[in-house]
């Protein structure tokens, strides 16, 4: 059935959205960030995780009436990630803790009634793992990125067997530009180099290989 949402959602805007009849959003990218929830490396195995940012923005759109989130996991972290200007995957020495983040995220908002955040008025159930097939998974690493789904996917399906995890969002602005491009103009859109805009058609492909480890697929055509 079709939906209608916002992207991204801005907090203070719920009520108003809520009341032109908006039923979806989706999360802007900084909110589900390990770096936010997580600001600072856990201390011999105890983490300190700061769920103000992400419980704020449940509550609000969620009280207003917008009753389905898409909620963006973003992997980039000050201190977890290998680079947060290039290649944004858990360093090796730090892919536990990673994954505790993940549990520890999709616990609070699975509607269990364990762990969860006070006030959750519905389960968050729809997630997408990383920003955009884009400069916001700035290495262009296909192998990379599966390797967080990968991982991500354990740990979401192991607190929640209910979670859906949607692909890497893929950016088709250009491809399907225009008015019913024909299936001779994508193919040739779709060859690589791409446009700066989005990462290769190359990875991107390889990603949709592994069918697996996500269950949607979102696309940014714009």
């Not at 995780?49 to 989130?69: F, H, K, N």
């Not at 949607?166 to 446009?195: A, K, M, Y």
């Not at 492909?205 to 697929?217: G, M, S, T």
Request: proline share 7%.
């Amino acid at each position: 059935p079709f939906a209608l949402g916002v992207e991204y959602a801005q907090s203070g805007l719920g009520a108003t959205y809520a009341g032109a009849g908006v039923g979806w959003a989706k999360t802007r990218l900084e909110v589900f960030s390990w770096q936010t929830s997580e600001p600072t490396a856990p201390r011999d195995g105890e983490h300190d995780y700061d769920w103000r940012c992400t419980d704020a923005e449940v509550a609000e759109w969620q009280q207003a009436g917008v009753s389905r989130l898409q909620a963006s996991l973003n992997p980039s972290s000050s201190w977890g990630s290998r680079s947060v200007t290039g290649d944004i995957r858990p360093k090796e020495d730090r892919e536990d803790e990673y994954r505790e983040w993940v549990a520890a995220l999709i616990e609070r908002y699975d509607g269990d009634g364990v762990d969860d955040m006070p006030g959750l008025v519905r389960p968050v159930r729809h997630w997408v793992v990383g920003g955009e097939w884009s400069s916001f998974w700035p290495s262009d690493d296909a192998p990379g990125y599966l390797e967080v789904l990968e991982m991500t996917r354990e740990e979401a399906r192991a607190a929640s067997e209910e979670v859906l995890l949607g692909s890497i969002p893929f950016l088709l602005l250009d491809v399907f530009e225009g008015n019913e491009p024909s299936p001779e103009q994508v193919s040739t859109r779709l060859e690589d180099p791409p446009p700066v805009v989005r990462n290769s058609t190359e990875g991107m492909h390889a990603i949709l290989d592994r069918p697996e480890l996500f269950d949607y697929v979102d696309v940014h055509s714009l």
